[in-house]
């Protein structure tokens, strides 16, 4: 669910022309799919009509945003709140957070929708951390999770959010998060599907009750637990 950055809209000739190229890619193999992929990046990023999701690119990444155009936040100007039914509600800037013990593992990236990316090498500070430093209320039941693009938020348990694999990200691959993969810092949940990482984070709001989020308000799993 990636952000569209300012530029002429993709035309539907466009991606469907890029459908017959992404029936190729799966055919000749990965390096022709990681091609199209670097392609279709910067058109996903401002395509109004969502048909560049069709492209079969195989085993990777797909960029989706809810809002259109989300505006980047710099190591300046980003900030992360924690707020709701804590004893202590802070405020993270970029250099707060990598100044904060760091988790790293690999995962699988899981989209709901069945496409999936292997391997992905994350790093950043575990959700439980950052929760136990704002120390929830007894009566707390939830967390949400809202982007900077002012629409997409999510909900886990409380339990859920302290899992050891749900980080707030700051790099994958080994780099900084791309303001494409949701950067500079998102959410990651390894046994969750990739709608529960919420891109461009903004706020972890601790909260009495565990409601429906952006999507699933639109029919997917409150849970969102791969699996179950």
């Not at 505006?71 to 957070?97: E, K, N, Q």
């Not at 994958?172 to 998102?186: E, F, L, N, S």
């Amino acid at each position: 669910m990636a952000a569209s950055p300012e530029g002429a809209p993709v035309g539907r000739r466009v991606v469907l022309g890029l459908l017959g190229l992404g029936a190729v890619g799966v055919v000749t193999g990965s390096k022709v799919q990681a091609g199209l992929s670097d392609l279709l990046t910067p058109l996903q990023l401002r395509d109004p009509t969502g048909l560049t999701g069709l492209v079969p690119l195989g085993d990777t990444w797909r960029y989706y945003s809810v809002t259109g155009a989300v505006t980047p936040r710099d190591a300046a100007s980003y900030a992360l709140g924690i707020s709701g039914l804590v004893d202590h509600p802070a405020t993270y800037s970029l250099a707060d957070l990598k100044a904060l013990p760091q988790t790293s593992f690999t995962d699988t990236f899981q989209c709901v929708t069945g496409w999936r990316v292997p391997e992905v090498p994350w790093s950043g500070v575990r959700v439980a951390d950052l929760l136990a430093t704002a120390t929830p209320a007894a009566d707390a039941v939830g967390v949400r999770f809202g982007s900077f693009d002012g629409t997409y938020s999510v909900n886990m348990t409380l339990e859920q959010a302290r899992r050891d694999d749900v980080i707030v990200a700051l790099a994958m691959y080994g780099k900084p998060v791309t303001h494409a993969h949701g950067g500079p810092v998102r959410i990651y949940s390894g046994s969750m599907y990739g709608y529960k990482s919420t891109k461009w984070l903004s706020r972890i709001e601790v909260t009495p009750d565990n409601r429906p989020g952006y999507w699933e308000d639109r029919g997917y799993p409150l849970n969102g637990i791969i699996d179950e």
